[in-house]
């Protein structure tokens, strides 16, 4: 696709449920990101991808968070036992890897937890 | 101490002013971005620096790296540039982006 998708734009769960969000990236940007957004601050790191393989997961808050990128292009954010402080707008972004390439980001998912 | 720091965190102006959003990072970097955040959550990429200055129709970037500040410039703000501005620096040491908390800027007609 001509731009990065996240699907889907908004997920309403209840507490202690799993979720799934998902990544399209660029076609052909290698780097992939995950930041999380919470109300009124800026993006934080999560994990980042080059190509199938985690490079940086020192932002995953703790255990209940994992993504996968299998074929080194989608990836999936998977949060188990939701908890209401996990309710935020979850951003993907992908680049070229290497010399100066910018960032591409998605929209976002918003995800509530109620 | 975060990172990096913008200010003002909340900006109003009239349209047709001259906007100066303000960005400051304590980290060694080997690029500074600057974004666009509309409601919604969709982030666009405006600039990304690693010295001088560069200009985009009405908005100009431009950064220091001995003083480690960046600064976003709109000349004649029209209301459709109300959004929220966010700075961001990719560090010398890794790969990913850390972030300010972002202006919130509201252009009134």
């Known amino acids: 696709g001509a731009g990065v998708s996240q699907t889907p734009s908004n997920k309403v769960t209840e507490k202690g449920k799993y979720v799934e969000l998902r990544c399209d990236p660029i076609?052909?940007?290698?780097?992939l990101y995950w930041y999380r957004q919470s109300l009124g601050q800026g993006p934080e790191f999560l994990i980042y991808?080059?190509?199938?393989?985690?490079?940086?997961d020192s932002g995953l808050p703790n255990d209940r968070f994992f993504a996968v990128r299998p074929e080194g292009s989608v990836s999936t954010l998977k949060i188990q036992r939701t908890e209401r402080g996990d309710s935020a707008v979850y951003l993907c972004?992908?680049?070229?890897?290497?010399?100066?390439?910018?960032?591409?980001f998605g929209s976002g998912t918003r995800l509530t937890v109620v | 101490k975060n990172e990096v720091e913008q200010s003002p965190q909340n900006l109003t102006a009239q349209e047709g002013e001259f906007i100066t959003i303000n960005c400051s990072y304590s980290?060694?970097?080997?690029?500074l971005h600057w974004l666009q955040q509309h409601p919604g959550g969709g982030i666009v990429s405006l600039f990304m620096?690693?010295?001088g200055k560069k200009k985009h129709g009405r908005l100009i970037a431009t950064i220091n790296i001995q003083e480690k500040h960046s600064s976003l410039h709109i000349t004649a703000s029209h209301p459709r540039d109300s959004a929220v501005y966010i700075c961001?620096?990719?560090?010398?040491?890794?790969?990913?982006?850390?972030f300010g908390e972002g202006t919130q800027l509201t252009v009134n007609p």
């Open positions: 991808f080059q190509g199938t393989g985690a490079a940086d």
């Open positions: 961001a620096v990719r560090e010398t040491s890794g790969s990913r982006l850390t």
């Open positions: 620096l690693s010295s």
């Open positions: 076609s052909g940007h290698t780097a």
């Open positions: 980290v060694g970097i080997s690029a």
């Open positions: 972004a992908s680049r070229i890897s290497g010399g100066s390439g910018g960032y591409t």
